[in-house]
C-alpha cells in the first residue's frame, strides 16, 4: 500500500468511517455524477491515491456565501476526508497568514506550480475605473484573476457571482461586474458552478470527478456539469403532481400551502431553472426550498436577479386562456411569457418535454383561474 493509501486508510479510521460507509460515499458520487455504476471501484481507487491536487480560492466581489458552502459539504466525515484531499494553498477567508505572507503563498503556488493547480473564482470581477472596485494587496482584481486563472490546470467559476455576474451585475451595474468568462475571454478548461449559492453536494461530485478522470464532466452551453445543471427543477419537483391537478398554493398559510400543493403561483420558477436540488436537497440532503413551502427563485440561471423578479410573483402569463387550456398549457404560455426576457436552455428544455407530454386526461381540474390568464 502506497504511502498515500496508508494515509487515507488511516484518516477513515481516525474519523470512525468504516470501508463499507466509504464505498457506499463512492456508489453516491458515481449515481449523482450519472457515471456507470461499474465505474465506482475507479472513483474509490482515485480518492486513496489521488495526488494532493492544489486549490487557489480567490474571493473578489462576493458575500463569502460558496465558502461557507463548501465548509459544509454534506456526509460530514466520508466529504471532510475528500475535501482534505485538496491542498488548499490560498484561501482568504480560511487561511492563517495574512497580508504579504498571504500574497507571497499565492505568488509562491502561481509561479512554482504553473498548469498544476485548480483555481476556484467566487464572487464577479469589477471592471470599470482600471478594477478599482476591488484590489488585494495593491492588486486589481481582474489582473489577480488573469494571472491566477491563466496558470491554472483549470477554474471553477463558483457561485452565480463568478459565473453570470449575479448581484453586483445586476442593473444598473456600478462597477462594470463580469463573470469569469466574461473577464477572461477564452480561459481554458473552466467550468461554472451558478447558484447561490453553489451546493456543497455537487462542488464534493465535481471534485471527485476531477480526482478520478482529470477533467470536468460534459457541460451544458452555459459551461455548467450537466450532472448538477441537466434536468429543471419542475421536472423532478416533489409537487409536480400539484401543479399536473390544478391544486396551487393562493397565499401563504392558506389550506392549499398546509397541505404541499404547487407553488406556481407565489412566484416558483422551478419550470424554467435547471438544477438538481429535488434530488441532492441542501443541509446534508435534509430539506430544500420547495420542500419547505418557499418557491425556487432561480438562483442558478443567468441574471436572476433581473430577470426572476419579482421573486413572488408568478411566471409572466398570456393575457387570456380559454377553457380549453390545460394546466399544461397554462405553464407553457407562462414560460413562454418570459422567453422575451431571457433565453434559458431550461425554458427550451421545459417546452420541449411538455411538447413531449400526452396530454392531460379531459377530466383533470384546470388551475383555478385558468379563464383569467395565469395571472394572480
Ligand atoms: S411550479 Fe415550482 S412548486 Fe410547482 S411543480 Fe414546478 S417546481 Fe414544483
Ligand atoms: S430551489 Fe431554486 S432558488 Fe433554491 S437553490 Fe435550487 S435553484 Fe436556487
Redesign the pocket.
Known amino acids: 500500500m502506497s504511502d498515500r493509501e496508508n494515509w487515507f486508510v488511516g484518516e477513515l479510521e481516525r474519523r470512525g468511517v468504516s470501508r463499507r460507509e466509504f464505498l457506499g460515499f463512492c456508489t453516491a458520487m458515481t449515481s449523482m455524477l450519472a457515471l456507470p455504476a461499474s465505474l465506482s471501484a475507479r472513483v474509490a481507487e482515485a480518492i486513496q491515491r489521488a495526488e494532493k491536487p492544489i486549490l487557489v480560492w480567490l474571493e473578489f466581489q462576493d458575500c463569502a456565501g460558496n465558502t461557507e458552502s463548501f465548509l459544509r459539504a454534506g456526509r460530514p466525515t466520508v466529504a471532510e476526508i475528500v475535501l482534505d484531499v485538496l491542498s488548499v494553498d490560498y484561501h482568504e477567508t480560511i487561511m492563517a497568514a495574512a497580508g504579504a505572507q498571504a500574497e507571497e503563498a499565492l505568488q509562491k503556488v502561481v509561479g512554482d506550480r504553473k498548469g498544476h493547480y485548480l483555481a476556484v473564482v467566487e464572487g464577479s470581477i469589477p471592471t470599470f475605473e482600471n478594477g478599482a472596485y476591488c484590489t488585494i494587496g495593491g492588486k486589481a482584481a481582474i489582473d489577480i484573476a488573469r494571472e491566477v486563472c491563466g496558470g491554472a490546470a483549470a477554474t471553477i467559476a463558483m457561485g452565480t457571482c463568478a459565473a453570470y455576474g449575479g448581484l453586483p451585475a445586476a442593473a444598473p451595474n456600478p462597477t462594470g461586474a463580469l463573470s469569469v468568462r466574461d473577464a477572461i475571454p477564452g480561459l481554458r478548461n473552466l467550468v461554472n458552478m451558478p447558484a447561490c449559492p453553489a451546493n456543497a453536494e455537487n462542488i464534493t461530485a465535481l471534485l471527485v470527478h476531477y480526482l478520478t478522470f482529470k477533467d470536468w464532466p460534459p457541460l451544458d452551453e452555459y459551461g455548467r456539469p450537466l450532472f448538477a445543471y441537466g434536468h429543471l427543477?419542475?421536472d423532478n419537483?416533489e409537487?409536480?403532481g400539484?401543479?399536473e391537478a390544478g391544486q396551487y398554493v393562493e397565499a401563504w398559510g392558506d389550506e392549499g400551502h398546509r397541505a404541499g400543493y404547487?407553488?406556481?403561483k407565489m412566484g416558483?420558477k422551478?419550470?424554467v431553472t435547471s438544477q438538481n436540488c429535488p434530488r441532492v436537497r441542501w443541509n446534508s440532503g435534509t430539506n430544500w426550498p420547495?420542500g419547505c413551502g418557499h418557491?425556487?427563485l432561480g438562483c442558478a440561471e443567468p441574471d436572476f436577479w433581473d430577470k426572476m423578479t419579482p421573486f413572488y410573483s408568478h411566471l409572466p402569463g398570456p393575457p387570456f386562456l380559454g377553457p380549453g387550456y390545460t394546466v399544461d398549457r397554462v405553464g407553457v404560455a407562462a414560460s413562454v411569457g418570459v422567453a422575451a426576457a431571457f433565453a434559458t436552455h431550461g425554458l427550451i428544455s421545459f417546452l420541449k418535454r411538455s411538447r413531449e407530454k400526452p396530454e392531460p386526461a379531459p377530466a383533470a381540474p384546470q388551475p383555478p383561474d385558468s379563464k383569467k390568464g395565469a395571472t394572480l
Open positions: 427543477i419542475h419537483c409537487r409536480r400539484h401543479y404547487c407553488l406556481y416558483c422551478g419550470p420547495i418557491p425556487c
